[in-house]
C-alpha cells in the first residue's frame, strides 16, 4: 500500500490538561502514516491513553469526538492534528513498556501549531491542485524565444499568462487559476550565474465562499467538484488533497486535509478520450457546476448512483447493468414521474377499485388481490428507460429507442426475478449481451447528466457523433445494441440549457 505520509513526531492530546500527555513537554514519540486512500494510523512508542482506557476489547474503542491528538512532524515546522480516533492496539496488563496504536478518520496539516482555540469553522477557501488534468485545461501559456547572441552572451525570452478564470456561483466564486515557477521574483538571482532553471506551470480549482465555512461543507464541496470534474472528463480521477485556508490571527493558516476516500484512480487519464474538454464550457464552467449541485441535491440516487459506477468499475457484468438501470429508474421517479393527479393514474387506480370491488367484502381473495395491484398504476422500467431517454437531445432510428428500453427491462427482469440467463441461455451469451446492455447506457445516461446539468445541445452533439470517444467507444458501443444516433443540427449555442426538474 503507497504512502503518502510516513514521519515520526512526538504527539499529545490536544487541549486536555488531565491527559497522560497533555503537552508538547509530556508527549509521546510516534509513528504517523497516511496511505495513498487515506487511511491515517499512529504507532506510539508509550502510553498516550491511561493504563485502563480503551483497553477491554469486549468493549467498544471508539474515542469521543472531543478526543484529539496533535503532533509535530520531524519535518521542520509541521504539524497534525489528528480525530476520529480508535484505539487498535492488543494491551496487556504487564510491566512490560506499553506501545499504543490509533486509527484517525481525519488528519489536518499545517505550518505552525494548533491554537488552543481552533475549531473546522472560519475557512476562507478551498483550493486543489489539478495535477493530471491538465490536458483537459490545455491553459499551458510558456513561450520560449529564439536565441539571440551579442557578444558572446545569449538571450532567449521567456513569456507566460498568468491565468485566473473566475465564475460567480450563488454561493461563492469558483475559480481556475494558475501559478508559474521559476522567474526570479525579487531580482536576487539575476546577477547570481546558475546551473539550470525550470519553468513550471501548477493549475488550481479555487472555491471562494461569500462567507466563512466549516470543514464539513467544504469537504462536501471538494466532492461535488470531483464528481464534476469525472462528468466532465469522463475518468473518475481522484483530486489532490484538498487546502483549505483557515482563518486566523494575525495570518490565515493553509492547512491540507487527509481522509478515507478509497481506491486512487486505476484508470490513466487519455486527453483523446475526454467527454467534454474544457476549452468547449470554459465560459460556463461555474454554471454547470451549479447545474450539478442543484440536479445531486434534488436527485439524489439518480446522480450518485452513476457516479459511483465511474467511481468504482464493477467486476461483475450484472452489477454494473443493474446499477445503471438502478440509476436510471431512480432519476426517473425524481424528475419524470406522473402525479398521482394524472389521468392515466387516476384511471388505472379506478380500473383496480373495480375489480376488488367485483369481490365480496371482506373475501381473501380481495385482499391478497388488493396487495398485488396496489402499485398496478405505476410505469414499468421499459417506460421509464424509454421517457428518461427521449429527453437527450437527438433521435434515433425508428423503433430503435423503443426496442432497446424493452432489452434493458427484460435483461434486468432476468437478473432479478430469474437469477441469471433464463431456461435455455447459455451464460456466455447471457453475460455478453449484459455486457453491451451495459456500455449502452452507460454512454447514454452519461450524456443524459450532462444535458440535465447544463451542456449545450451542439456540445453534445459533437461528443456523440464527432469526437474521438464517439468513434472509437460511444458508437460501436450504441451500434451493437441497434441504436444509431440520427444526424442532428442543434443550435450553435455554448450556454447552460435550462435544466428540467428539481
Same mark, same amino acid.
Request: aromatic share 12%; with cysteine.
Given at each position: +500500500?503507497?504512502?503518502?505520509?510516513?514521519?515520526?513526531?512526538?504527539?499529545?492530546?490536544?487541549?486536555?490538561?488531565?491527559?497522560?500527555?497533555?503537552?508538547?513537554?509530556?508527549?509521546?514519540?510516534?509513528?504517523?502514516?497516511?496511505?495513498?486512500?487515506?487511511?491515517?494510523?499512529?504507532?506510539?512508542?508509550?502510553?498516550?491513553?491511561?493504563?485502563?482506557?480503551?483497553?477491554?476489547?469486549?468493549?467498544?474503542?471508539?474515542?469521543?469526538?472531543?478526543?484529539?491528538?496533535?503532533?509535530?512532524?520531524?519535518?521542520?515546522?509541521?504539524?497534525?492534528?489528528? $480525530?476520529?480516533?480508535?484505539?487498535?492496539?492488543?494491551?496487556?496488563?504487564?510491566?512490560?513498556?506499553?506501545?499504543?496504536?490509533?486509527?484517525?478518520? !481525519?488528519?489536518?496539516?499545517?505550518?505552525?501549531?494548533?491554537?488552543?482555540?481552533?475549531?473546522?469553522?472560519?475557512?476562507?477557501?478551498?483550493?486543489?491542485? +489539478?495535477?493530471?488534468?491538465?490536458?483537459?485545461?490545455?491553459?499551458?501559456?510558456?513561450?520560449?524565444?529564439?536565441?539571440?547572441?551579442?557578444?558572446?552572451?545569449?538571450?532567449?525570452?521567456?513569456?507566460?499568462?498568468?491565468?485566473?478564470?473566475?465564475?460567480?456561483?450563488?454561493?461563492?466564486?469558483?475559480?481556475?487559476?494558475?501559478?508559474?515557477?521559476? /522567474?526570479?521574483?525579487?531580482?536576487?538571482?539575476?546577477?547570481?550565474?546558475?546551473?539550470?532553471?525550470?519553468?513550471?506551470?501548477?493549475?488550481?480549482?479555487?472555491?471562494?465562499?461569500?462567507?466563512?465555512?466549516? !470543514?464539513?461543507?467544504?469537504?462536501?464541496?471538494?466532492?461535488?467538484?470531483?464528481?464534476?470534474?469525472?462528468?466532465?472528463?469522463?475518468?473518475?480521477?481522484?483530486?489532490?488533497?484538498?487546502?483549505?485556508?483557515?482563518?486566523?490571527?494575525?495570518?490565515?493558516?493553509?492547512?491540507?486535509?487527509?481522509?478515507?476516500?478509497?481506491?486512487?484512480?486505476?484508470?490513466?487519464?487519455?486527453?483523446?478520450?475526454?467527454?467534454?474538454?474544457?476549452?468547449?464550457?470554459?465560459?460556463?464552467?461555474?454554471?454547470?457546476?451549479?447545474?450539478?449541485?442543484?440536479?445531486?441535491?434534488?436527485?439524489?440516487?439518480?446522480?450518485?448512483?452513476?457516479?459511483?459506477?465511474?467511481?468504482?468499475?464493477?467486476?461483475?457484468?450484472?452489477?454494473?447493468? /443493474?446499477?445503471?438501470?438502478?440509476?436510471?429508474?431512480?432519476?426517473?421517479? @425524481?424528475?419524470?414521474?406522473?402525479?398521482?393527479?394524472?389521468?392515466?393514474?387516476?384511471?388505472?387506480?379506478?380500473?383496480?377499485?373495480?375489480?376488488?370491488?367485483?369481490?365480496? $367484502?371482506?373475501?381473501?381473495?380481495? @385482499?391478497?388481490?388488493?396487495?398485488?395491484?396496489?402499485?398496478?398504476?405505476?410505469?414499468?422500467?421499459?417506460?421509464?428507460?424509454? @421517457?428518461?431517454?427521449?429527453?437527450?437531445?437527438?433521435?434515433?432510428?425508428?423503433?430503435?429507442?423503443?426496442?432497446?428500453? @424493452?432489452?434493458?427491462?427484460?435483461?434486468?427482469?432476468?437478473?432479478?426475478?430469474?437469477?441469471?440467463?433464463? $431456461?435455455?441461455?447459455?451464460?456466455?451469451?447471457?453475460?455478453?449481451?449484459?455486457?453491451?446492455?451495459?456500455?449502452? !447506457?452507460?454512454?447514454?445516461?452519461?450524456? !443524459?447528466?450532462?444535458?440535465?446539468?447544463?451542456?449545450?445541445?451542439?456540445?453534445?452533439?459533437?461528443? +456523440?457523433?464527432?469526437?474521438?470517444?464517439?468513434?472509437?467507444?460511444?458508437?460501436?458501443?450504441?451500434?451493437?445494441?441497434?441504436?444509431?444516433?440520427?444526424?442532428?443540427?442543434?443550435?450553435?449555442?455554448?450556454?447552460?440549457?435550462?435544466?428540467?426538474?428539481?
Amino acid at each position: +500500500m503507497a504512502k503518502i505520509l510516513e514521519q515520526r513526531g512526538f504527539f499529545w492530546w490536544f487541549d486536555r490538561p488531565d491527559g497522560p500527555a497533555h503537552s508538547k513537554e509530556t508527549s509521546v514519540p510516534a509513528l504517523l502514516t497516511v496511505s495513498d486512500e487515506g487511511q491515517i494510523t499512529l504507532d506510539a512508542d508509550g502510553s498516550l491513553c491511561g493504563n485502563d482506557e480503551y483497553r477491554d476489547w469486549t468493549k467498544p474503542r471508539l474515542l469521543p469526538a472531543t478526543r484529539k491528538i496533535v503532533g509535530q512532524l520531524a519535518s521542520p515546522g509541521e504539524y497534525v492534528l489528528l $480525530e476520529g480516533l480508535e484505539r487498535t492496539d492488543l494491551a496487556l496488563a504487564d510491566e512490560s513498556p506499553q506501545q499504543q496504536t490509533f486509527t484517525a478518520e !481525519l488528519c489536518i496539516r499545517r505550518d505552525s501549531p494548533f491554537p488552543n482555540n481552533y475549531s473546522q469553522e472560519e475557512f476562507l477557501e478551498l483550493r486543489v491542485e +489539478m495535477t493530471g488534468l491538465e490536458d483537459w485545461l490545455e491553459l499551458d501559456s510558456i513561450l520560449v524565444g529564439d536565441e539571440h547572441t551579442r557578444d558572446a552572451e545569449v538571450q532567449v525570452q521567456v513569456s507566460y499568462r498568468e491565468h485566473r478564470l473566475s465564475y460567480p456561483t450563488p454561493v461563492g466564486t469558483i475559480s481556475i487559476e494558475s501559478i508559474t515557477t521559476g /522567474a526570479d521574483l525579487f531580482g536576487y538571482f539575476s546577477t547570481h550565474p546558475r546551473r539550470d532553471i525550470h519553468f513550471k506551470q501548477t493549475y488550481y480549482l479555487v472555491f471562494r465562499p461569500e462567507t466563512p465555512r466549516t !470543514l464539513s461543507a467544504l469537504r462536501d464541496t471538494y466532492t461535488r467538484l470531483e464528481e464534476f470534474i469525472a462528468l466532465l472528463t469522463g475518468f473518475y480521477e481522484r483530486l489532490s488533497w484538498p487546502i483549505l485556508i483557515h482563518k486566523e490571527e494575525p495570518f490565515d493558516s493553509w492547512e491540507t486535509v487527509h481522509f478515507y476516500r478509497g481506491s486512487p484512480s486505476a484508470q490513466s487519464i487519455n486527453r483523446h478520450f475526454f467527454w467534454v474538454p474544457f476549452a468547449r464550457i470554459s465560459e460556463v464552467f461555474g454554471a454547470l457546476f451549479r447545474g450539478w449541485q442543484i440536479g445531486s441535491d434534488a436527485f439524489g440516487a439518480g446522480y450518485y448512483l452513476y457516479v459511483s459506477s465511474l467511481r468504482n468499475p464493477h467486476i461483475y457484468s450484472e452489477h454494473r447493468f /443493474a446499477n445503471l438501470v438502478w440509476s436510471v429508474e431512480a432519476l426517473h421517479r @425524481k424528475w419524470l414521474s406522473e402525479p398521482e393527479t394524472s389521468d392515466r393514474v387516476v384511471k388505472e387506480k379506478e380500473r383496480v377499485e373495480r375489480i376488488l370491488n367485483s369481490l365480496p $367484502e371482506g373475501n381473501e381473495d380481495r @385482499k391478497w388481490l388488493g396487495k398485488k395491484l396496489r402499485y398496478a398504476h405505476e410505469l414499468p422500467l421499459e417506460a421509464r428507460i424509454l @421517457k428518461c431517454f427521449r429527453e437527450l437531445p437527438f433521435t434515433f432510428g425508428k423503433s430503435q429507442l423503443e426496442k432497446f428500453a @424493452k432489452a434493458c427491462a427484460d435483461r434486468r427482469n432476468d437478473i432479478s426475478h430469474q437469477g441469471g440467463p433464463r $431456461e435455455g441461455t447459455d451464460y456466455a451469451s447471457f453475460y455478453e449481451e449484459t455486457n453491451q446492455l451495459a456500455e449502452a !447506457l452507460d454512454h447514454l445516461f452519461h450524456a !443524459l447528466l450532462l444535458h440535465q446539468i447544463g451542456v449545450a445541445p451542439k456540445v453534445l452533439s459533437e461528443t +456523440m457523433t464527432t469526437s474521438w470517444v464517439s468513434e472509437m467507444r460511444i458508437k460501436p458501443a450504441l451500434f451493437a445494441v441497434g441504436l444509431e444516433i440520427q444526424t442532428a443540427t442543434p443550435l450553435d449555442d455554448t450556454r447552460p440549457q435550462t435544466q428540467k426538474g428539481g
